[in-house]
């Protein structure tokens, strides 16, 4: 169960691997002004929900993922039960809460335009745990 206080919310996750391919690429660039003061948003190829990510997940592996919406209290509530940190549910819910009032509901062409490969999509990133009992 993945749950969190994204609302509505989109956002267009980015992968690890495409981060780090958008960095090694801007690096390695012989043009010193090529990226000279430029801000470079990476993002995925698609804008969705959480309830829209989770369930790619759960289709892509095949594993009994889902989305449970939270409110703000009850985010912080799981997280303080769970023993983590003040600093840590700050941080977190601030990552949900820019969920859930559409700030990072944008799609960029970054991966492809720098590395000349396409964004990886939620249902094809790497980076799914093995799912734990529910609570």
């Known amino acids: 169960v993945i749950r969190g206080p994204g ?5 267009a996750f980015a992968t ?6 958008v960095i090694a690429t801007v690096a390695a660039d012989d ?6 003061g430029q801000v470079l948003e990476v993002t995925g190829p698609e804008s969705i929900t959480l309830a829209e990510c989770v ?8 594993r009994g ?13 799981q997280r303080w039960a769970d023993g983590v940190s003040g600093v840590q549910i700050e941080s ?17 062409d ?5 590395t000349g490969s396409e964004a990886t999509p939620v249902a094809r990133a790497p980076w799914f745990p093995e799912p734990r009992s529910s609570r």
């Open 7 to 11: 609302g509505d919310g989109r956002v």
């Open 16 to 21: 690890h691997d495409d981060i780090a391919e």
């Open 31 to 36: 043009a010193e002004t090529a990226h000279d």
């Open 55 to 62: 369930e790619q997940i759960a289709r892509a592996t095949g």
């Open 65 to 77: 993922y889902r989305y449970e919406p939270q409110t703000l209290p009850e985010a912080f509530a």
């Open 92 to 108: 977190w819910i601030s990552w949900y809460q820019a969920i859930a009032t559409g700030e990072l509901d944008r799609v960029t």
């Open 110 to 114: 970054v991966v492809p335009r720098i």
